[in-house]
């Protein structure tokens, strides 16, 4: 006998309990399936973002940064401290109990909004009379029903043609997150997100450390005057970055891993490490969902195909977050996540792909929203830029980071923002001003005559925005 739900929720991450917890809240009867296991096989709901993503490689990097402060910076302060050093199960114990309490969290609201939760894969396995027959397969097999469904099943770390993740040795984001001991040598392939902050981690408590990028500009999504600086940050810190590098034959042995691989100028080289992260990308995972069976549409890729509202192919039935087009960031699942549940709803969900706000928390950390500045001049927009650098403002040098500056692009004729970027210090609390004045239209000169507070970062957002018209009142 199947169990009756308004709404099915297959997978647990950022995008489906989110959409679970709002179908809730809007008087809908909500299941929500997840698979995820905690260490001793119980539910572990949050999806990749919380189990081996986002919260863990920021707890590793507040670890990996109060140690290099404690070695690096406390003597600026007249802070005498003598022979730091680390305790990396220990750092990583934390770690553990910090995605526990988001796990725990997450099975608190379920609780709190009357969503049903059940541990286990969830898959279609046949339409029925206005809706679907949703199985699954856990501990105990369970048969679920619903008019709607949302698919919110996330991706799953590419791997290098023919180098599959072993998670001892070629590490994805996964391994990376569960290294026991500090690493002499740390090989990454491709300056992605995770590795770059995984990077960061590592190279901050003692490994060498030597990023292998097949394209020739570094970060190339991000705005390059803003790419520059950053670069300039990490080849300083001595992360080793390798630009246009063509990796061949990767072997792995007792001695840890070799990889082949040919330099920007054509030279061959060998590069030996003792772990190897893979950071090139993530594919949208519909593994066993059993989409054919039911003939739901998936692209080349293998995304789930939904239109601008996230409908699917099959009628009642949604998709979010990374198995769906556009970036593979956590907080658009969930704001996809509430607005499918808003349009079941009969409601009018919103979601502004122009002020989505990227991050990256290396340090200095790297945050932008809108378009760079290389986007603009390929479209032929006329724009106006402003930059304002960290060195010029007095909370950043009373915190001993004054790396980095906030950049503003705005339109040459109306003023409005199309962009803001930042690297430096808390860039991804600062990004968040942009967001709101972007989503609002607001122009650069709104920005530039708002009283920010003394001494503060966002103070640096507003003479940047001030640049704009060539008007910075402290550089």
Same mark, same amino acid.
């Given at each position: 006998?199947?169990?009756?739900?308004?709404?099915?929720?297959?997978g647990?991450?950022?995008?489906?309990?989110?959409?679970?917890?709002?179908?809730?809240?809007?008087?809908?009867?909500?299941?929500?399936?997840?698979?995820?296991?905690n260490?001793?096989?119980?539910?572990?709901?949050?999806?990749?973002?919380?189990?081996?993503?986002c919260?863990?490689?920021?707890?590793?990097?507040?670890?990996s940064?109060?140690?290099?402060?404690?070695?690096?910076?406390?003597?600026?302060?007249?802070?005498?401290? *003598?022979?730091?050093?680390?305790?990396?199960?220990?750092?990583?114990?934390?770690?553990?109990?910090?995605?526990?309490?988001?796990n725990?969290?997450?099975?608190?609201?379920?609780?709190?909004?009357?969503?049903?939760?059940?541990?286990?894969?969830?898959?279609?396995?046949?339409?029925?009379?206005?809706?679907?027959?949703?199985?699954?397969?856990?501990?105990?097999?369970e048969?679920? %029903?619903?008019?709607?469904?949302?698919?919110?099943?996330?991706?799953?770390?590419?791997?290098?043609?023919?180098?599959?993740?072993?998670?001892?040795?070629?590490?994805?984001?996964?391994?990376?997150?569960?290294?026991?001991?500090?690493?002499?040598?740390?090989?990454?392939?491709?300056?992605?997100?995770?590795?770059?902050?995984?990077?960061s981690?590592?190279?901050?408590?003692?490994?060498e450390? %030597?990023?292998?990028?097949?394209?020739?500009?570094?970060l190339?999504a991000?705005?390059?005057?803003?790419?520059?600086?950053?670069?300039?940050?990490?080849?300083?810190?001595?992360?080793?970055?390798?630009?246009?590098?063509?990796?061949?034959e990767?072997?792995?042995g007792?001695a840890?891993?070799?990889?082949?691989?040919?330099?920007?100028?054509?030279?061959?080289?060998?590069? @030996?490490?003792?772990k190897?992260?893979?950071?090139?990308?993530r594919?949208?995972?519909? %593994?066993?969902?059993? @989409?054919?069976?039911v003939?739901?549409?998936?692209?080349?890729r293998?995304?789930?195909?939904?239109?601008?509202?996230?409908?699917?192919?099959?009628p009642?039935?949604?998709?979010v977050?990374?198995?769906?087009?556009?970036?593979?960031?956590?907080h658009?699942a969930?704001?996809?996540?509430?607005?499918? #549940?808003?349009?079941?709803?009969?409601?009018?969900?919103?979601?502004?792909?122009?002020?989505?706000?990227?991050?990256?928390?290396?340090?200095?950390?790297?945050?932008?929203?809108?378009?760079?500045?290389?986007?603009?001049k390929?479209?032929? *927009?006329?724009?106006?830029a402003?930059?304002?650098?960290?060195? #010029?403002n007095?909370?950043?040098?009373?915190?001993g980071? %004054?790396?980095?500056m906030?950049?503003?692009?705005?339109?040459?004729?109306?003023?409005?923002?199309?962009?803001?970027?930042?690297?430096?210090?808390?860039a991804?609390?600062?990004?968040?001003?942009?967001?709101? #004045?972007?989503?609002?239209?607001?122009?650069?000169e709104?920005?530039?005559r708002?009283?920010?507070?003394?001494?503060?970062?966002?103070?640096?957002?507003?003479?940047? #925005?001030?640049?704009?018209?060539?008007?910075t009142?402290?550089?």
């Open positions: 006998m199947s169990k009756q739900f308004d709404v099915i929720v297959i647990g991450g950022p995008g489906g309990y989110i959409a679970a917890i709002r179908a809730a809240q809007l008087g809908f009867g909500v299941a929500c399936i997840d698979e995820w296991k260490d001793k096989g119980g539910p572990a709901p949050g999806g990749t973002c919380t189990n081996v993503g919260i863990p490689s920021k707890a590793l990097l507040q670890s940064e109060h140690f290099e402060h404690a070695n690096h910076h406390f003597a600026d302060h007249g802070i005498s401290a *003598r022979d730091v050093k680390m305790d990396v199960a220990k750092m990583v114990g934390r770690k553990d109990a910090v995605v526990k309490q988001n725990d969290g997450i099975l608190y609201l379920f609780k709190k909004n009357k969503v049903s939760f059940f541990h286990g894969r969830g898959s279609f396995v046949k339409a029925v009379d206005g809706g679907y027959e949703i199985k699954v397969s856990g501990a105990a097999e048969i679920l %029903t619903a008019k709607q469904v949302i698919v919110a099943t996330g991706s799953n770390a590419r791997a290098l043609p023919g180098v599959p993740f072993d998670e001892e040795n070629i590490l994805s984001n996964d391994g990376a997150l569960r290294i026991g001991a500090v690493p002499k040598k740390l090989g990454l392939i491709g300056s992605g997100v995770i590795g770059l902050e995984m990077g981690v590592w190279r901050r408590l003692g490994a450390v %030597t990023v292998l990028e097949g394209l020739p500009t570094f190339g991000v705005d390059e005057q803003i790419a520059k600086e950053a670069k300039k940050a990490f080849d300083k810190q001595g992360l080793k970055i390798e630009l246009g590098a063509k990796v061949g990767i072997k792995t007792k840890g891993v070799s990889v082949a691989w040919t330099n920007a100028k054509g030279e061959a080289q060998t590069l @030996a490490v003792d190897l992260i893979v950071s090139i990308g594919v949208p995972n519909t %593994t066993g969902l059993n @989409a054919e069976g003939g739901l549409k998936l692209d080349e293998g995304a789930i195909v939904v239109d601008d509202e996230c409908r699917t192919s099959l009642g039935v949604w998709a977050g990374d198995v769906v087009r556009g970036p593979m960031l956590a658009k969930e704001e996809e996540g509430v607005a499918v #549940a808003e349009r079941i709803a009969g409601q009018h969900g919103h979601v502004n792909f122009n002020t989505v706000p990227w991050v990256i928390y290396t340090s200095p950390e790297i945050a932008w929203v809108g378009q760079t500045e290389q986007q603009l390929s479209a032929g *927009r006329a724009y106006k402003g930059t304002f650098p960290f060195l #010029a007095g909370r950043a040098r009373a915190l980071d %004054t790396t980095g906030v950049k503003f692009l705005a339109d040459a004729a109306t003023d409005e923002i199309l962009g803001v970027h930042i690297v430096g210090p808390m991804s609390e600062l990004i968040s001003e942009a967001v709101v #004045a972007m989503e609002f239209r607001a122009s650069a709104d920005i530039a708002i009283c920010h507070a003394h001494p503060s970062l966002s103070e640096a957002t507003k003479e940047a #925005a001030l640049a704009v018209d060539k008007r009142l402290n550089f």
